[in-house]
Structures are given as C-alpha cells and as structure tokens.
Nanobody
C-alpha cells in the first residue's frame, strides 16, 4: 500500500478544510489508518486513527469535537474533516497505515504518505 495526502492549504481561523489520503495497492480495507501532524521544531503529533473496515476511531485531545476521520474503502480513500481551525492547527499533515489495529504512536505505523501543509491564519 502507498499513500498520498492532499487537500491542505491556507485557511482563516474558524474555517474548515478536508484532507484526503489516496491509497494505492490491494486489500486497503485490512489497514488501520491514521492522521498525524508536525509543526517546525515539534514532534509528530497524533491526530486521529480509524481501525480497518471503518471500525473504532480515536482522536487526539486537541482535535476532539472538531475533526472527523472517515474512510471509503471502495475508493481507497481516507478523509480528515477539520472544522473550527485555529493557528495551532497549522502543520504538515500526514496519513499513515498499518495492518488491522489502531495505534496512536507514529512509530507503530510502517506506511506513510507525503504530507500536506495546512496553514491557519489568525
């Protein structure tokens, strides 16, 4: 499986963006998917994860109630709907995948896509 994230851009505080992650390869439905983000000088931060075949979902504390992860296995797509964005959400966002079970630690994911930059202006 290979991943490619897209959908980043510049948005004003309070606005919304939807990130997409396109997966190529077979049996994508067997993979748990995750979103992480990284700002300059900071460690990669867990944002959200969803188990294989649209199972359990988890969110980082800083995005709970604002972000929603979803997937469409028929299209090999993963989405991250981000609402009520603030400057603190500015970062490069990465999608990642691992077989079956969810994890919140970046080191547990072995497949990563190129990131997409989100910039939120105040």
């Amino acid at each position: 499986v290979q991943l490619q994230a897209s959908g980043g851009g510049l948005v004003q505080a309070g606005g919304s963006l939807r990130l997409s992650c396109k997966a190529s390869g077979r049996a994508f439905s067997r993979y748990a998917v995750g979103w992480f983000r990284q700002s300059p000088g900071k460690e990669r931060e867990f944002v959200s994860t969803m188990a294989f075949s649209g199972g359990s979902t988890y969110y980082g504390d800083s995005v709970k109630g604002r972000f929603t992860i979803s997937r469409d296995d028929a299209k090999n797509m993963v989405y991250l709907q981000m609402n009520n964005l603030g400057p603190e959400d500015s970062a490069v966002y990465y999608c990642a995948a691992r077989l079956y079970t969810v994890e919140t630690k970046a080191a547990e994911y072995d497949i990563w896509g190129r990131g997409t930059l989100v910039t939120v202006s105040s």
